[in-house]
């Protein structure tokens, strides 16, 4: 009996030593991507905790923004997603095609097919964030994104 | 002798005369009123071309009449992708209370809880009468009726009859609408915006065969968009 409750002891220690390790690895997941170079000079607008942040996807900044080449003088190669900037969706958008396939966004979303060359990825999907906004919206938020573009003047 | 029979048959033509027209005029007189009190009839347009399916409706509509959540008084189908990758569209259908005038579920109600609003022609359910027996969910064609899990009546749309129409509102899917695909409007008004759309525009509605007489319009959608 005491054997037994030895081993139950044994095997509850070697579970929950396992389950903080994970949890410690989980906590890091992001350290990589954050101590890259850039991350020197952008440190406030720079930190990356989002799904892309994770360390077995080994990227780093450049994997989306392209490599560093004249930056910081201008003109550069550097890619921006922001709404000012003068990029084409195209190039915007074939950032994210490098990896994400159409048809496997277009299962996850009806609306990816619809707006595959109108709009870009960014003006819905926040990827620096812990977690993206757009998903997981509920009915009433998701329909009043669509609101923000499609309303007609009455 | 002869007078008095010559006079008692006139008398009598002329009484059998009064009684047979006095019928006829009082249907006169009834069919008067009828157009007084027929001059609204409700109806609906939806324009499959300009909606984005963005369920704006279907939200507008489950907050204003309180629908419960897992049942919902209109949903918009959507078919599709049609078209090849990047240039891919979908089309979206109401899917609702069709309001027809010749109505299955109030003819098969068994307690007079389904019922056609005479004013407006549309068809609305009191939910006192209704003792759940779900024959018109049955018998309605377009299948758009539900218990409603909180009243335990049958439900479903009645342009919102008991909410925005006594507000002297349009519907709620009407106004939350942002590409103004749907129009609601008289059909006795010819000046109305409903009217003047269904007399510009081919219309069609669903099964017109079954003699139902629905009044829901669909301006169907056509392949790919207006580019300007």
């Given at each position: 009996m005491s054997r037994n409750n030895w081993l139950l002891m044994l095997s509850v220690g070697v579970l929950s030593f396992a389950l903080m390790s994970q949890g410690a690895n989980s906590a890091d997941s992001t350290e990589q991507i954050n101590n890259d170079s850039c991350m020197k000079c952008h440190k406030r607008n720079g930190a990356m905790q989002g799904h892309h942040a994770q360390e077995q996807l080994k990227m780093s900044c450049s994997s989306c923004h392209g490599e560093q080449g004249n930056h910081p003088k201008k003109p550069n190669d550097l890619m921006v997603f922001s709404v000012e900037n003068d990029m084409t969706i195209d190039t915007k958008n074939g950032v994210c095609l490098k990896c994400h396939s159409p048809k496997k966004i277009a299962q996850a979303e009806w609306t990816h097919n619809v707006h595959a060359q109108k709009v870009s990825c960014t003006s819905c999907h926040k990827l620096h964030p812990e977690s993206d906004p757009i998903m997981g919206l509920g009915a009433k938020d998701s329909s009043n994104v669509c609101r923000n573009c499609h309303t007609v003047q009455r | 002798m002869e007078n008095s029979r010559r006079h008692f048959l006139k008398s009598t033509c002329a009484l059998v005369a009064g009684v047979s027209v006095y019928p006829l005029s009082r249907d006169q007189a009834n069919a008067d009123t009828g157009i007084r009190i027929n001059n609204l009839k409700y109806a609906m347009l939806h324009d499959e071309t300009k909606c984005i399916g963005c369920n704006a409706c279907v939200e507008a509509c489950r907050e204003v009449n309180h629908v419960p959540e897992g049942v919902t008084r209109l949903s918009i189908e959507q078919s599709g992708p049609y078209g090849k990758y990047p240039n891919q569209y979908y089309h979206f259908s109401r899917h609702s209370c069709q309001h027809c005038e010749d109505a299955p579920c109030v003819n098969v109600c068994p307690t007079g809880a389904a019922f056609i609003d005479k004013e407006n022609g549309i068809v609305s359910v009191n939910a006192d009468k209704c003792?759940?027996?779900?024959?018109?969910?049955?018998?309605?064609?377009?299948?758009?009726?539900?218990?409603?899990?909180?009243?335990?009546?049958?439900?479903?749309?009645?342009?919102?009859?008991?909410?925005?129409?006594?507000?002297?509102?349009?519907?709620?899917?009407?106004?939350?609408?942002?590409?103004?695909?749907?129009?609601?409007?008289?059909?006795?008004?010819?000046?109305?915006?409903?009217?003047?759309?269904?007399?510009?525009?081919?219309?069609?509605?669903?099964?017109?065969?079954?003699?139902?007489?629905?009044?829901?319009?669909?301006?169907?959608?056509?392949?790919?968009?207006?580019?300007?």
């Amino acid at each position: 009996m005491s054997r037994n409750n030895w081993l139950l002891m044994l095997s509850v220690g070697v579970l929950s030593f396992a389950l903080m390790s994970q949890g410690a690895n989980s906590a890091d997941s992001t350290e990589q991507i954050n101590n890259d170079s850039c991350m020197k000079c952008h440190k406030r607008n720079g930190a990356m905790q989002g799904h892309h942040a994770q360390e077995q996807l080994k990227m780093s900044c450049s994997s989306c923004h392209g490599e560093q080449g004249n930056h910081p003088k201008k003109p550069n190669d550097l890619m921006v997603f922001s709404v000012e900037n003068d990029m084409t969706i195209d190039t915007k958008n074939g950032v994210c095609l490098k990896c994400h396939s159409p048809k496997k966004i277009a299962q996850a979303e009806w609306t990816h097919n619809v707006h595959a060359q109108k709009v870009s990825c960014t003006s819905c999907h926040k990827l620096h964030p812990e977690s993206d906004p757009i998903m997981g919206l509920g009915a009433k938020d998701s329909s009043n994104v669509c609101r923000n573009c499609h309303t007609v003047q009455r | 002798m002869e007078n008095s029979r010559r006079h008692f048959l006139k008398s009598t033509c002329a009484l059998v005369a009064g009684v047979s027209v006095y019928p006829l005029s009082r249907d006169q007189a009834n069919a008067d009123t009828g157009i007084r009190i027929n001059n609204l009839k409700y109806a609906m347009l939806h324009d499959e071309t300009k909606c984005i399916g963005c369920n704006a409706c279907v939200e507008a509509c489950r907050e204003v009449n309180h629908v419960p959540e897992g049942v919902t008084r209109l949903s918009i189908e959507q078919s599709g992708p049609y078209g090849k990758y990047p240039n891919q569209y979908y089309h979206f259908s109401r899917h609702s209370c069709q309001h027809c005038e010749d109505a299955p579920c109030v003819n098969v109600c068994p307690t007079g809880a389904a019922f056609i609003d005479k004013e407006n022609g549309i068809v609305s359910v009191n939910a006192d009468k209704c003792v759940g027996c779900q024959y018109c969910i049955l018998a309605c064609p377009y299948d758009v009726r539900f218990i409603n899990p909180v009243t335990k009546a049958a439900d479903k749309c009645d342009f919102c009859r008991e909410t925005n129409l006594k507000q002297d509102k349009q519907p709620a899917c009407v106004e939350a609408c942002p590409t103004k695909a749907l129009v609601f409007g008289n059909l006795k008004d010819p000046e109305s915006e409903l009217v003047m759309l269904l007399k510009a525009n081919p219309t069609q509605r669903t099964k017109l065969d079954l003699g139902t007489r629905p009044k829901l319009f669909r301006i169907t959608a056509k392949q790919g968009e207006i580019i300007l």
